[in-house]
């Protein structure tokens, strides 16, 4: 068993006092243990304020790229290693690992290219300048870099991904960094942690990693520092209700849960390609990662005379699944993360299945398949139906976080569609299949202001639309209501949260010498 570590105030620090056990969650052998026990948080984030922030904002955007594309290819250089990390604590496939850690180095590669194109510039523009008199008197709306540290605390199903999609950003904005995994699922972060502090790509108070328990982080929280929350709708209410933030008003963005929407409209008929897309992309999400993914669907909404097909469809795709012990090459779906994921998933199936009948799967203990016998979290892919939308509040009020779905009929009409996925008090992301573009538009009207983000899967782009759990680095992340109203990614626009916008008013030709923004 291995002994993690935090990185804090440029310093490796071994924690002190009890530790936690981090798992393989196909055997339940322990991996590593880690502790933040005795860590100066305040000093932690006072270093990274005035060490690493100062540091960044003397680059160009160009030059803080250049940072990312560094880590990318240092972090590469290791793949091997860390898929094989993720295997053991995080249980995934290897896909699922490569999921996570090509998703951490793509999104650090992709927001290298924005630095490139942003040049050698320190600060945003917001919009063209404003004119304020008929003379030289103007306005320039410009985003800054914030002085302060940008706290990133993340969910334990993308250890790699979590970290390095809200790392990139702040680093290329020009924030410090003091970021958190999980602990259940630390191993691979701090792996990836300590190839960036090795490979002496960061200036120094630039990256601090906190490897275990926030402990009291966010009591020393300032008003120029930030922080991203990933994870329990329940944990981000508690952060949120801190003085820092309801005092202080130190920005908070928050990623949590989402009871994502699939929905088929007209012209998905069974046996159509729009049908078979949607039936290949439900079980995809439903079982990649062990359907342990903020993005994977949850509500499958269906016109009422398919659904019989659908689920015959989708509960054939879900009997093919080999769950067990990801070491075994013939396993397609591994375990959950943990004892208490493994037991929330099944108390959360019970629930829904009180309100909907079960397709296929259920909450029963699983053996998984090259597993010791009696251990490893393992669920069944699970499907549920509903009768109607209304007779079944718990599937759009519970979350439950594993390969677990329910399908919903409805009358067919894009408003019901709508209102269907509004039920879910706002999302992530929804998928709608159909070629009807009036049933479409009036479905958007609708549903789009309730998600984050829609797929809108039609005929011509069948064949080149991404499964829609997928979370691209220049499309938004985040979503309205219980998915927390964050805003993560979005190419650019991810920027703006690392960085304050402020209206400058004076001489046109000063400001534009005296600001780094170009001249009209
Ligand atoms: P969680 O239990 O809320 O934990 C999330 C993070 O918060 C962990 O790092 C945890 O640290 C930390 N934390 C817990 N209590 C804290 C406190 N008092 N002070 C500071 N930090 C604290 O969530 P989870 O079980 O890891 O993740 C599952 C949830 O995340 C699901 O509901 C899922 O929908 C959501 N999620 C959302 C997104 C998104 O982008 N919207 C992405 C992934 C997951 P410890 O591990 O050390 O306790």
Redesign the pocket.
């Known amino acids: 068993m291995i002994r993690l570590s935090s990185f804090v105030q440029d310093q490796w620090t071994e924690g002190t006092g009890d530790t ?1 056990v981090l798992v393989n969650p196909s055997t339940e052998e322990a991996v590593a243990e880690t502790t933040t026990g005795g860590i100066d948080m305040a000093a932690a984030l006072a270093h990274a304020r005035t060490i690493g922030g100062p540091a960044l904002r003397a680059m160009t955007f160009a030059q803080r790229g250049d940072l990312l594309k560094q880590m990318a290819n240092a972090l590469h250089e290791h793949r091997e290693e860390l898929l094989t990390i993720a295997e053991l604590n995080n249980g995934g496939t290897r896909g699922d690992a490569k999921f996570d850690v090509d998703g951490a180095t793509g999104t650090l590669a992709s927001y290298a290219r924005i630095g490139e194109k942003l040049g050698d510039h320190t600060m945003l523009c917001d919009g063209p300048v404003t004119r304020l008199s008929r003379a030289r008197f103007v306005a320039h709306h410009v985003w800054m870099p914030r002085p302060g540290a940008a706290v990133h ?6 250890p790699a991904w ?1 970290t390095f999609e809200k790392v990139a950003v702040s680093l290329l904005a020009g924030m410090p960094v003091v970021t ?5 699922t ?1 191993w691979l972060a701090w792996r990836m942690s300590q190839i960036i502090i090795d490979a002496n790509i960061l200036p120094q108070g630039a990256y601090t990693f906190i490897c ?3 402990g009291d ?2 009591d020393h929280v300032g008003p120029h520092d930030t922080l991203a ?8 209410g ?2 949120r209700a801190k003085a820092g933030f309801t005092h202080g008003s130190t920005p908070v963005n928050i ?4 009871l994502n929407a699939a929905v088929l409209g007209p012209k998905a008929e069974p046996g159509s390609d729009l049908w078979h897309i949607a039936v290949r992309n439900i079980v995809k999400d439903m079982t990649q990662k062990t359907g ?4 994977a669907v949850r509500r499958i909404v269906v016109p009422e005379s398919w659904t019989d097909a659908l689920c015959e469809a989708i509960a054939e795709e879900l009997s093919r699944i080999v769950v067990g012990n990801t070491a075994d090459k013939s396993v397609t779906m591994g375990p959950v993360a943990t004892a208490n ?1 493994l037991r929330d998933v099944r108390a959360g199936i019970d629930r829904l299945a009180a309100e909907a009948s079960i397709v296929c799967g259920g909450s029963q203990p699983v053996a998984g398949v090259g597993a010791p016998e009696g251990k490893g979290f393992f669920v069944a892919p699970t499907l549920l139906r509903a009768t109607d939308a209304d007779s079944a509040p718990a599937v759009h009020r519970d ?1 439950v ?1 594993g390969p677990c779905a329910t399908v919903i009929p409805y009358n067919g009409d894009a408003e019901e569609a709508a209102r269907i996925v509004a039920l879910g008090g706002g999302s ?1 992301v929804s998928a709608a299949y159909t070629d009807d573009r009036n049933w479409l538009g009036s479905f958007l009207m609708g549903a789009a202001p309730w998600n984050g983000r829609v797929l809108a899967c039609t005929a011509k782009v069948a064949d080149e639309t991404l499964p829609p759990g997928m ?1 691209l680095p220049n499309c938004l ?3 309205p209501g219980r ?2 109203g ?1 805003a ?1 990614l979005g190419g650019v626009r991810g920027l703006e949260f690392y960085m304050q916008r402020t209206a400058i008013q004076g001489d046109s030709g000063i400001l534009a010498k005296v600001l780094d923004i170009p001249s009209e």
């Open positions: 936690a605390i993340n969910a334990f199903n993308f979590g958190k995994p999980a602990t259940a630390a275990g328990s926030a982080l966010l929350f990933t994870g329990s709708a329940d944990t981000a508690f952060l990623e949590a849960d989402s342990q993914k903020c993005t994921q979350e976080f992530l979370v992340h985040g979503g998915a927390g964050g993560e």
